[in-house]
């Protein structure tokens, strides 16, 4: 088995943290994992994305051109790698920034409005985290707790943004099941 996940969006959006979230709780749960992030020259406003693969035997290489998964939150991201990702994978779409589709009939389609969640939490800064716990829970590629067991681990040093994230991963879930 081996999954590769692509998370594109603008920078600030904090779209390496969670493909690096996911990338750790992979190794919690003993898969081969490999991150590779890139963003553009401008850090917040740029282009961002990385991959995450994981394997349950050694991956020959980190770098993919065809993802199974795509986690797009923003237009020109959808547009960009939409047409990249594989026959039977999931495209989870930012339906708080983009108002139209990966035109995919062979592919999970799953738009959230994850800004909106997020606001309704009581920080926009959480929309990330609202996706990669829908996205998680729409893909079964990691279980639930391990995810939240890594998210509190990435967060130890800010401990106050815990429950706020805690929440996040709720609601992101509570999506992913409707």
Known sequence: MQSEIMFAGFGGQGILLIGKILAHAAMEEGFEVAWVPSYGPEMRGGTAYCTVVISDRPIGSPIIKNPLHLVAMNGPSLKKFAPTVKKGGIIFINRSLI?????RNDVD???????????????????NIVALSAFVARSDIVPMETLKH????E???KA????????????GEKAARK
């Open 155 to 157: 967060f130890s040093e």
């Open 109 to 127: 389609e799953f738009p959230v409005s994850v800004v909106e969640i997020a606001k309704d939490l009581g920080s926009v800064k959480a929309a």
């Open 150 to 153: 890594c998210i509190k681990a």
């Open 99 to 103: 108002d139209f589709g990966a035109d």
């Open 160 to 171: 106050k943004l815990i429950p706020l994230n805690m929440e996040a991963i709720a609601a």
